[in-house]
Nanobody, 123 residues
Framework: VQLQAFGGGLVQAGGSLRLSCAAS????????MAWFRQAPGKERELVAA????????YYADSVKGRFTISSDNAKNTLYLQMNSLKPEDTAVYYCAASRNLHILTPASQYDYWGQGTQVTVSS
């Protein structure tokens, strides 16, 4: 599966952005789909993930209540709605897909990656 992420940008603290990830190839409902982010000097961290095989979602504690992962399966597109953004949300955001049935947090468990999209939140 090929992934392409877009929708990043510069936003003020408290604002919102919606990231999109278009998938081509096999339907992404066969994978765990996820959003990761990586800030300068930090490890890539799982922000949110969704699984349709073993139905469920995951959110990092730092984004719970502010971010929502969703999808349009007919369009094979994954979304990340980000509200109440904070300067610490500034990072490059990546969409990823895993062949695992369960949602796993390490980036090493994900098999396919899109290019990153920069999100910058100003204070």
């Amino acid at each position: 599966v090929q992934l392409q992420a877009f929708g990043g940008g510069l936003v003020q603290a408290g604002g919102s952005l919606r990231l999109s990830c278009a998938a081509s190839g096999r339907s992404f409902s066969n994978y765990v789909m996820a959003w990761f982010r990586q800030a300068p000097g930090k490890e890539r961290e799982l922000v949110a993930a969704i699984s349709w095989v073993v139905t469920g979602t995951y959110y990092a504690d730092s984004v719970k209540g502010r971010f929502t992962i969703s999808s349009d399966n007919a369009k094979n597109t994954l979304y990340l709605q980000m509200n109440s953004l904070k300067p610490e949300d500034t990072a490059v955001y990546y969409c990823a897909a895993s062949r695992n049935l369960h949602i796993l947090t390490p980036a090493s468990q994900y098999d396919y990656w899109g290019q990153g999209t920069q999100v910058t939140v100003s204070s």
